[in-house]
Every structure is written in C-alpha cells, then in structure tokens.
C-alpha cells in the first residue's frame, strides 16, 4: 500500500494550485482519504477528506469555500483543490488513509498509510 502525493510548489498570495494523492496497492472504491498539513514546530492540522460511496467530504472550518476535495477512482487519485491561497496555507501537505472500508469523513480511527508530503508554499 502506498500513496504518493504531489503538485505542492510555490504560488502568489491569491492563487491556486491542485495537490493530487495518488495510491497503489489497493483501490480507492472503498475507502476514505484524508488530507493534514504540517508546519515545522507545530502540530499536524487537518484539511480535508472524502469518504468512498456516497463522496461526503469534510473541511477544517479555515479552508472552508476556499478548498475542494474529489476523487477519480479510475485513476485511483484523490485531488485537493486549493484556491484563495494565503501565506498562513504554507506547509507540507500529506495525504493519508485509515484504509478501513466504509469510513465516513472525518475519521475517526488513526491513520494507517501515509504519503510523502508535498511542500506548498504561499508567498509573493
């Protein structure tokens, strides 16, 4: 089971940029992914996820109308839209999976799997 996250990179105060979570070793159909980020010297912070099925996605409250969360089970991808980008958004960006069937966002059981981050940095 891996993920692989990817797309982080350097973009202006206001801008967009799209992180994708690629996974292999099992399919997405069924099972939720969630996004955090970490600053150096502060606690890892949830983003976002989307659970399998029904697609119900969840947004820590400061990314709410800024992000969107989809998912493309036939590349086995997940995508985290980020828009209106501010300074305090810069961290690395890790995607990760419970990998527990069913799992409806946010999760509730720890994180199993994780992908290597991905930087995002916000800065003119």
């Known amino acids: 089971v891996q993920l692989q996250a990817c797309g982080g990179g350097l973009v202006q105060p206001g801008g967009s940029l799209t992180l994708s979570c690629a996974a292999s070793?099992?399919?997405?159909?069924?099972?939720?992914i969630s996004w955090f980020r970490q600053v150096p010297g502060k606690e890892r912070e949830g983003v976002s996820c989307n659970s399998a099925g029904d697609g119900y996605t969840y947004f820590a409250d400061s990314m709410k109308g800024r992000f969107t969360i989809s998912r493309d089970n036939a590349k086995n991808t997940v995508y985290l839209q980020m828009s209106s980008l501010k300074p305090e958004d810069t961290a690395v960006y890790y995607c990760a999976t419970d990998l527990i069937a069913g799992t409806i966002c946010p999760p509730t059981y720890p994180m199993r799997y994780w992908g290597k981050g991905t930087q995002v940095t916000v800065s003119s």
């Open positions: 070793g099992f399919t997405l159909d069924h099972y939720a």
